[in-house]
C-alpha cells in the first residue's frame, strides 16, 4: 500500500473514531508529512511496506544533529508508533519497523510552578482586570488546563454544589470542587454578563459570544504573572502545576490529585512529587547545622 493513502486512513481514524483534539490532530498530521517527505526525497520511497528500521533511524539522526530537543523527537517517534501499530492492524505491513526502535534519553524536566508568598501576593494585593483576576484563580483553583478553561460553559458551573464540570482530554469529563469564594465570584460573573449570555454559553466569552482565543488567555496569564514572579516561563500550564504542586505540599494525597487533574495514569502525577523532594532538600540544606 502506498504511503499517502495509509496517512489519511490513519488521520481519518484520529478524528472521527477516537476523537482527538485538534491540536493533536494537527501535530500527527504534521510529522507524518515530515516523515513521508524525508523517505521520499532521500530514498524515494512510497509504499508503507518498504519502510525498515534503519530508515526510522535515519529520520530520527537528521532531528538530533540539527539540534532538536530529545523531548520533541520522542513525540515524533510515539507518532511513527501509533501510526505503525495502526498499519499492523490493517495488515499493510507484516513487521513493525518501530519495534527495534529507542528513542533518545531525555533529562528529567520539573514543572515550573509559583512559589506560594508569590501567588497569595498578586491574588489578594495586586489590582487587576476582574475577569482576567478571575480566569487566574480558575486555574490556580482548580488546576484546569487552557483549553479546558475555553471551553466552559454557564451550565458547568453548579453553584448548590460549589463545584465546576470540565470536560477534558479525549472527552473525558470530570468534577472539580471550588471555593465558596470563587462560587461567589463567578455567580456574580455571570449575572453582569446575563444580558449577552444565555444558558448555554461560554463562561468567558468574546464580544461576539464565542469562545475566548487560547492566545488571548495566555497572554493575560503571563502579564500578570509578570507582575509577581521572574519566572521564564509564565503561562496558564504554570498555575496548573502550581495546583498540583501546592496542594501536594500541604500533603494532599497523591491519587485525589490525580483525578483533580484528569491524568490518566498515575505516572503523570507522581512528576511532582519530584518538586516536593527537592524542597525539602533545599530546607534540609538551609536548616540542618551539618547539611
Same mark, same amino acid.
Given at each position: 500500500?502506498? #504511503?499517502?493513502?495509509?496517512?489519511? &486512513?490513519? #488521520?481519518?481514524?484520529?478524528?472521527?473514531?477516537?476523537?482527538?483534539?485538534?491540536?493533536?490532530?494537527?501535530?500527527? &498530521?504534521?510529522?507524518?508529512?515530515?516523515?513521508?517527505?524525508?523517505?521520499?526525497?532521500?530514498?524515494?520511497?512510497?509504499?508503507?511496506?518498504?519502510?525498515?528500521? !534503519? =530508515?526510522?533511524?535515519?529520520?530520527?539522526? &537528521?532531528?538530533?544533529?540539527?539540534?532538536?530537543?530529545?523531548?520533541?523527537?520522542?513525540?515524533?517517534?510515539?507518532? *511513527?508508533?501509533?501510526?505503525?501499530?495502526?498499519? $499492523?492492524?490493517?495488515?499493510?505491513?507484516?513487521?513493525?519497523? $518501530?519495534?527495534?526502535?529507542?528513542?533518545?534519553?531525555?533529562?528529567?524536566? !520539573?514543572?515550573?510552578? $509559583?512559589?506560594?508568598?508569590? $501567588?497569595?501576593?498578586? *491574588?489578594?494585593?495586586?489590582?487587576?482586570?476582574?475577569?482576567? %483576576?478571575?480566569?487566574?484563580? #480558575?486555574?490556580?483553583?482548580?488546576?484546569?488546563?487552557?483549553?479546558?478553561?475555553?471551553?466552559?460553559?454557564?451550565?458547568?458551573?453548579?453553584?448548590?454544589?460549589?463545584?465546576?464540570?470540565? =470536560?477534558?482530554?479525549?472527552?473525558?469529563?470530570?468534577?472539580?470542587?471550588? @471555593?465558596?469564594?470563587?462560587?461567589? *465570584?463567578?455567580?456574580?460573573?455571570?449575572?453582569?454578563?446575563?444580558?449577552?449570555?444565555?444558558?448555554?454559553? /461560554? #463562561?468567558?466569552?468574546?464580544? @461576539?459570544?464565542?469562545?475566548? /482565543?487560547?492566545?488571548?488567555?495566555?497572554?493575560?496569564?503571563?502579564?500578570?504573572?509578570?507582575?509577581?514572579?521572574? !519566572? &521564564?516561563?509564565?503561562?496558564?500550564?504554570?498555575?496548573?502545576? @502550581?495546583?498540583?504542586?501546592? !496542594?501536594?505540599? %500541604?500533603? %494532599?494525597?497523591?491519587?485525589?490529585?490525580?483525578?483533580? *487533574?484528569?491524568?490518566?495514569?498515575?505516572? %503523570?502525577?507522581?512528576?511532582?512529587?519530584?518538586?516536593?523532594?527537592?524542597?525539602?532538600?533545599?530546607?534540609?540544606?538551609?536548616?540542618?547545622?551539618?547539611?
Amino acid at each position: 500500500m502506498e #504511503l499517502q493513502p495509509a496517512i489519511s &486512513q490513519f #488521520l481519518d481514524q484520529l478524528k472521527f473514531e477516537k476523537k482527538f483534539s485538534l491540536h493533536t490532530q494537527v501535530a500527527y &498530521q504534521n510529522d507524518l508529512k515530515q516523515f513521508s517527505d524525508f523517505l521520499l526525497l532521500e530514498y524515494q520511497i512510497v509504499a508503507i511496506e518498504s519502510i525498515k528500521h !534503519l =530508515l526510522v533511524r535515519s529520520w530520527i539522526a &537528521q532531528f538530533l544533529d540539527k539540534g532538536v530537543s530529545a523531548r520533541s523527537v520522542n513525540r515524533k517517534l510515539s507518532t *511513527l508508533k501509533s501510526f505503525f501499530k495502526y498499519a $499492523m492492524r490493517e495488515r499493510w505491513i507484516e513487521i513493525d519497523p $518501530m519495534a527495534k526502535i529507542q528513542g533518545p534519553k531525555m533529562g528529567k524536566k !520539573l514543572p515550573v510552578f $509559583m512559589e506560594e508568598k508569590n $501567588m497569595q501576593h498578586l *491574588l489578594d494585593d495586586v489590582e487587576m482586570d476582574p475577569t482576567e %483576576a478571575l480566569i487566574i484563580q #480558575l486555574f490556580y483553583y482548580t488546576g484546569i488546563r487552557l483549553s479546558e478553561l475555553i471551553s466552559l460553559k454557564v451550565t458547568s458551573v453548579d453553584f448548590y454544589r460549589q463545584q465546576i464540570k470540565v =470536560l477534558g482530554k479525549r472527552n473525558k469529563e470530570r468534577i472539580i470542587p471550588i @471555593t465558596s469564594e470563587l462560587t461567589s *465570584l463567578l455567580k456574580q460573573h455571570i449575572e453582569e454578563n446575563q444580558m449577552k449570555k444565555g444558558t448555554d454559553a /461560554y #463562561l468567558f466569552s468574546t464580544k @461576539t459570544g464565542k469562545k475566548l /482565543y487560547p492566545r488571548y488567555v495566555y497572554d493575560l496569564v503571563k502579564r500578570n504573572l509578570n507582575l509577581v514572579s521572574t !519566572l &521564564q516561563k509564565k503561562s496558564p500550564h504554570v498555575l496548573r502545576h @502550581t495546583f498540583a504542586t501546592h !496542594l501536594l505540599n %500541604a500533603g %494532599a494525597d497523591l491519587n485525589a490529585i490525580k483525578e483533580l *487533574l484528569g491524568h490518566a495514569n498515575l505516572a %503523570a502525577t507522581q512528576v511532582y512529587t519530584h518538586n516536593s523532594i527537592e524542597r525539602l532538600k533545599s530546607v534540609y540544606k538551609n536548616k540542618h547545622p551539618r547539611a
